[in-house]
């Protein structure tokens, strides 16, 4: 008989072969399913500055701790499947935005609107498509979730053909303000930083019901409660010197040896770390600079909650993710830069909530860093006070949380069960 129907009628054949080897296949997952394990869960970002890689990560190590049934993959969208020259675009991003600051705003003014949105996204959709094909031929998902902007609508446009069409949300990663590229009519749902964004996402007729404020994760151990001195002796520091913290963000970049000269030449009561990132060139040549106040220069850390629980005061540009994990342990920024247009309400944000200033020339910088820790004087303790009140500690498990919320809300059947995965794999066996 089964030579008989594999002649005679092979499609059969295959269809039953497909049955068995699915009913095989949930036979072995029911177990975990009456736990709630099968979730399979992709985020999307991309490698264009450190920040969106920062929150994916954030967001995965909440999946992780809070859920751990799931199933979670990175997918870099930009450098693993956005054909030439898309893909050189991360590449592009920080020599276009050190250099060329008066270019990225015109560029990103130009572009912020419903029409120039949409000219981008149909413009590049008949050479992105096939490439989406193939990452979701890779990466099958019962939740999509995207933290970076410049393929939404491709993205949205993708998944609402699917014939398994998992939840899709978007995560916005820019604390007051959202291009338009952020926004896809068939988002699922949008998990945004503050109050602000959220009024941003309803001017674009976003539904009310479709938002949800969360906050921007950061990685759970910038929100475990650590005493100064115990994150100083953590990394070999005297714990009764005050510490002022001097960021370039991960490619070394804003400036920073004209601002540690200058914090140098006034000689304040501190010690002055400096973070180089990935720039190596700037952290042989400071560190081989001699310097009247104790100074510590470091590279590309995965340690930036120890450094920043160990400071008094961060010095740094107004990158959402690094103004979020100060505000989490409470700790006063010096914003000495932002990238105009993208980062403008980032810098609002920060002014508004009292928890910090904007100073750009190195001189200013130096002098309240004199005033701010000479005795006495009570500024700095008012800033962290007001950057823990502002601050989202939690928010990469409520995101995680929601995310599951609403994708069990969102499917009838069990989460994971009908995936393309799960039919893929029975086949194949």
């Known amino acids: 008989m089964k030579g008989y129907v594999s002649e005679s009628h092979p499609w059969l054949a295959r269809a039953i072969t497909i049955c068995i080897n699915l009913q095989a296949s949930l036979g072995e997952q029911l177990p975990n399913l009456k736990k709630g394990i099968i979730m399979n869960i992709v985020i999307v970002y991309a490698n264009a500055g450190g920040g969106h890689r920062s929150v994916a990560l954030a967001l995965k190590e909440a999946f992780a701790v809070y859920h751990p049934g799931a199933n979670v993959s990175l997918l870099d969208v930009m450098g693993d499947y956005a054909p030439f020259p898309m893909n050189r675009f991360p590449d592009i991003y920080p020599k276009l935005t050190k250099g060329k600051a008066a270019v990225w705003k015109w560029l990103y003014t130009l572009t912020d609107g419903r029409l120039q949105a949409s000219v981008i996204s149909e413009g590049w959709n008949p050479v992105i498509r096939g490439r989406l094909r193939k990452a979701w031929m890779e990466h099958s998902a019962d939740i999509v979730v995207s933290v970076y902007p410049l393929l939404n609508r491709n993205l949205g446009k993708y998944i609402q053909r699917l014939h398994s069409k998992p939840l899709f949300s978007i995560m916005i990663t820019d604390l007051g303000t959202a291009h338009y590229l952020w926004f896809s009519r068939h988002a699922d749902h949008y998990l945004l930083p503050t109050e602000s964004v959220r009024q941003r996402a309803l001017h674009f007729g976003i539904p009310d019901q479709k938002v949800s404020i969360t906050g921007l994760p950061v990685s759970l ?55 180089t990132g990935k720039n190596k060139r700037l952290y042989k040549h400071l560190s081989g600079m001699a310097w009247h106040i104790p100074v510590k220069v470091i590279g590309f850390t995965n340690e930036m909650h120890l450094w920043m629980q160990a400071s008094d005061l961060l010095l740094s540009k107004a990158g959402p993710s690094t103004i979020s994990e100060a505000f989490t342990v409470g700790l006063p920024i010096i914003l000495t830069g932002y990238l105009p247009g993208q980062e403008d309400a980032n810098l609002s944000f920060v002014l508004d909530s009292g928890a910090g200033v904007y100073q750009p020339r190195p001189e200013e910088i130096a002098r309240l860093v004199k005033s701010w820790f000479s005795s006495g004087d009570g500024t700095l303790l008012k800033m962290s006070e007001s950057a823990r009140r502002v601050s989202r500690p939690n928010a990469a498990k409520d995101a995680a949380d929601l995310l599951c919320q609403l994708a069990a809300s969102y499917k009838e059947a069990p989460p994971g069960l009908w995936s393309d995965r799960s039919l893929r794999m029975a086949s194949n066996q």
Not at 223 to 248: C, F, H, N, Q, Y
């Open 221 to 275: 151990a910038f929100s475990t409660r650590k005493s100064k001195e115990m994150a100083r002796l953590e990394l070999g520091l005297a714990p009764d010197i005050p510490t002022v913290l001097l960021v370039g963000g991960a490619d070394g970049m804003g400036g920073i040896e004209a601002i540690a000269r200058a914090i140098d030449s006034v000689r304040p009561e501190v010690r002055l770390v400096v973070v």
